[in-house]
């Protein structure tokens, strides 16, 4: 038996969703018997993600139905509700946003490098999901399972930290650890950048610049010596 359940990638975040089956009950998104189905699931889900993607963050049931081609009836023979579709459309934007989080050389290099490398694997992130943050954070008290999907994603970044930074964390001490940490997960946090993008008007550029000053500050004087 696993010792943790921790998510190990994006897709871990959010719950598997269920496919109502016409008869009512549900049945797993893998189930052969619901193949055929999954196409039209998959074109609901797609039309939200496109509509909060330009801009839309509360789209009409019109809207989807508009531009997914499906009918509304059918939508709800897949979701049970709004809500269950907005936690399924945020769950997919976390499984494709997965390739952009992937640091290929996690942990190695020197420490301008690897924070390079972790800067710009937030960005990346952040370009793909930011949109659906909001949509996220405005789901959260009719869709309960998108605040633990909100914790997993600081549990994610923590475990990424430390993979990234492991010789510098070996060499604090706890309490040096807990302030770089906390420092680290609400700077890369979404309300963090949404900051810095939206309220103070920095670029990707300028938040790198920033973000690298006080990552360097506090990571470059527990670096080992080679």
């Known amino acids: 038996m696993a010792e943790s359940s921790a998510p190990q990638t994006m897709a871990d975040l959010i719950p598997e969703t269920t496919v109502p089956s016409s008869s009512g009950t549900t049945r797993g998104v893998a189930d052969g018997r619901v193949a055929l189905r999954m196409r039209n699931r998959?074109?609901?889900?797609?039309?939200?993600?496109?509509l909060v993607d330009e801009g839309d963050m509360s789209p009409s049931m019109e809207s989807i139905v508009e531009r997914s081609g499906?009918?509304?009836?059918?939508?709800?023979?897949?979701?049970?509700?709004?809500?269950?579709?907005?936690?399924?459309?945020?769950?997919?934007?976390?499984?494709?946003?997965?390739?952009?989080?992937?640091i290929l050389d996690k942990g190695e290099g020197t420490l301008e490098h690897r924070i390079d490398q972790m800067i710009a694997s937030r960005l990346r992130?952040?370009?793909l999901t930011h949109s659906f943050g909001m949509l996220a954070r405005r789901k959260l008290a009719v869709v309960p399972e998108i605040q633990q999907g909100l914790t997993n994603v600081v549990i994610l970044l923590r475990s990424q930290f430390?993979?990234?930074f492991a010789p510098e964390i070996a060499a604090m001490s706890d309490a040096e650890v807990a302030v770089a940490m906390d420092v680290f997960v609400t700077m890369f946090?979404?309300?963090?950048?949404?900051?810095?993008?939206?309220?103070?008007?920095?670029?990707?550029t300028a938040v790198a610049d920033r973000w690298r000053v006080?990552?360097?500050?506090?990571?470059a004087p527990h670096t080992p010596s080679v």
């Open 214 to 219: 006080v990552m360097t500050a506090l990571l």
């Open 162 to 164: 430390e993979e990234q």
């Open 189 to 204: 946090s979404f309300e963090g950048l949404d900051v810095m993008w939206r309220q103070l008007g920095n670029d990707h």
């Open 125 to 127: 992130v952040s370009a």
């Open 70 to 102: 499906v009918s509304e009836r059918s939508v709800f023979r897949y979701f049970t509700d709004l809500a269950d579709l907005s936690l399924a459309a945020v769950r997919a934007v976390m499984e494709r946003a997965e390739p952009a989080r992937v």
């Open 42 to 50: 998959q074109r609901v889900i797609d039309a939200l993600i496109e």
